[in-house]
């Protein structure tokens, strides 16, 4: 998943990496799918309109890649 969160921040201002690797890494770090689900949610309706291309990447590359991580 790192890989993936490097892809994140050619969208992102320096000054905002922080930020977004917490939020990034709490949607993969939880123990469940629906957990997931939901910070990713509140990551997009909290970032979206300053980081859409952010959330654009998780939902048509990194989800597919994170339920598969999620069920192990």
């Known amino acids: 998943m790192a890989h993936r969160l490097r892809a994140s921040f050619r969208y992102a ?5 922080d930020g ?5 890494t709490s ?17 997009a309706e909290t970032s979206g309109g300053r980081h859409p291309s952010i959330v654009k990447l998780w939902e048509e590359e990194v989800w597919i890649e994170l339920v598969p ?3 192990l």
């Open 27 to 43: 949607i993969y770090t939880v123990p469940t799918e629906a957990a997931a689900l939901e910070r990713f949610y509140a990551f």
């Open 13 to 17: 201002a320096g000054q905002r990496w």
């Open 20 to 24: 977004i690797i917490k939020v990034l």
């Open 69 to 71: 991580f999620l069920q």
